[in-house]
């Protein structure tokens, strides 16, 4: 994927959008004995969120209460996760998601790589006023205290979000390329240090050209050296980043295939994936996974999940089997 390449969501604004009627039809469904699931979904899956936050405005005004806390009431299990995900502003999920990663009895590691390692300095500034503002807590202080060693000097450098953006130096690049490989070689303190320095801070432009410099000097995949050299979730995290700067949609390809495949259908991350590129890059990300694997995402979550849950994910999903 070349920086120009066009990627698309599959989650647009409703034409036509009325909130209160919305807001009246979801009443009617969260009232009474038996929830009309399929009216949830119809509604919040074929909405964007910016409609869905108005929709939750209208609810509230008319009914006096909160409609992310009457979908938690009413709904149960993965089907919840879904409907109340979607409520959520995009910054304040990520927030969510990070804050539920790190509380309790041990992390969920691979959701502060997915999230730390793909979103753009624009995303991790607001992500980390939302979890502020919602938690009370500093994000960066719950990822040291959480965390440890490269793996939280690796976060820590992310969450700053002050990557470089556009910038290139092509005479720069063959240096950072050599300053990787000896990295890959030596692995002292100093060496993860320095390659962390370069993978959080350079700019993904500048980075492709890294990347492409180290293919000349070591004749290896950057992926490849980081696999061969480093392990735990340093390791991952690296190859994360590494995987975000050459193709984003590509990545949560890969993320979707081994929590689907690897992990039994690993429920939260296929619903945080869902959810939170549904109006960035989903539908690119359905074809880099058709591409890769062969299978549509549409026919893997098909086979996976079931019920309204199911219903649920393949509407956000959008488009059917016979797409990608």
Not at 252 to 275: E, M, P
Request: charged share 20%; proline share 2%.
């Amino acid at each position: 994927m070349f920086c120009g390449d066009y990627v698309q969501g599959t989650i647009f604004p409703a034409p036509n959008f009325n909130p209160i009627m919305d807001a009246q039809m979801l009443g009617g469904a969260l009232q009474g004995f038996d929830c009309d699931k399929d009216m949830l979904i119809n509604i919040l899956t074929q909405r964007c969120n910016a409609q869905r936050m108005m929709i939750a405005e209208a609810y509230q005004s008319m009914y006096g209460r909160d409609l992310i806390g009457d979908l938690r009431e009413q709904l149960s299990d993965h089907f919840k996760d879904v409907m109340v995900g979607l409520m959520y502003p995009p910054p304040l999920y990520d927030a969510h998601e990070l804050w539920h990663a790190m509380k309790g009895v041990g992390t969920d590691e691979n959701c502060l790589i997915e999230i730390l390692a793909s979103r753009t300095n624009g995303e991790i500034f607001q992500m980390r006023e939302a979890y502020c503002l919602q938690y009370s807590n500093n994000l960066q202080e719950d990822i040291y205290s959480e965390t440890s060693g490269h793996f939280r000097d690796t976060l820590m450098n992310l969450v700053q979000g002050t990557r470089e953006e556009g910038y290139t130096d092509p005479a720069m690049a063959a240096q950072d390329a050599m300053v990787l490989w000896e990295a890959c070689q030596q692995k002292t303190g100093e060496h993860k240090t320095m390659l962390q320095m370069i993978l959080c801070n350079k700019s993904y432009q500048q980075l492709w050209l890294v990347f492409q410099e180290f293919q000349n000097i070591s004749g290896q995949d950057m992926v490849d050296a980081i696999n061969e050299c480093y392990d735990g979730y340093f390791q991952e995290l690296l190859v994360a980043i590494v995987l975000c700067v050459r193709d984003k949609p590509a990545y949560f390809a890969y993320r979707l295939y081994s929590a689907i495949h690897d992990f039994g259908f690993h429920n939260k991350t296929v619903i945080r994936i869902l959810i939170a590129r549904s109006e960035m890059d989903l539908l690119t990300i359905r074809k880099r996974y058709k591409e890769r694997y062969g299978k549509s995402l549409f026919h893997d979550i098909r086979n996976f999940a079931s019920g309204h849950y199911k219903k649920a994910l393949l509407a956000i999903c959008a488009g059917d089997a016979e797409d990608y």
